[in-house]
């Protein structure tokens, strides 16, 4: 068989345009209404500031293990502006990679948003959480 034989009959690659700060950015804001409502539910049924801020961290960790590994491959406000978070070849990412990719994001907001700021210095737009977890955001395609 020759070579060109074998290539056309490889199925299309799907084209995917990495997502760039402000599209991720105005995501994390649309999620961000669900974090007050957590918020707001910790805040009135948690006896102490620490219980609260326990059971907050915890429902976003959730929030977002739960929605990235759900066929969306989208938290609500990353579905919202038409993003999925895929492993680097385009498919779905396991659930350990899901797992390290929330955990890497509040290092990244503990560490002076530094490892967000990488998406503005990277040609593929990927922050810091990303190229450990082996991740990428990327527009949905819609074919």
């Known amino acids: ?12 690659l ?3 345009t990495n997502a760039g700060f402000w599209p991720r950015m105005m995501a994390y804001n649309i999620d961000f209404l669900f974090y007050l409502v957590f918020a707001m539910t ?4 948690m006896p102490s500031p620490i219980s609260t801020y326990i059971a907050l ?3 976003i960790f959730l929030f977002e293990v739960i929605f990235l ?6 938290t609500p406000g990353r579905r919202y502006m038409r993003l999925q978070v895929l492993s680097q070849d385009g498919d779905r990412l396991s659930i350990v990679k899901i797992v390290l990719r929330t955990l890497l994001k509040a290092v990244s907001l503990l560490g002076l948003f530094v490892g967000f700021m990488m998406i503005f210095i990277r040609k ?4 810091f959480h990303d190229i450990i977890s082996g ?3 990327v527009f949905r395609n819609e074919t």
Do not use: G, H, I, N
């Open 135 to 137: 991740s990428r955001t």
């Open 14 to 16: 799907k084209a995917m």
């Open 42 to 45: 910790c805040r009135l049924t």
């Open 57 to 59: 961290a915890t429902s």
């Open 1 to 12: 068989m020759k070579l060109e034989q074998f290539y056309q009959q490889l199925p299309p």
């Open 124 to 127: 593929d737009s990927r922050a």
């Open 69 to 74: 590994s759900s066929k969306w491959k989208a």
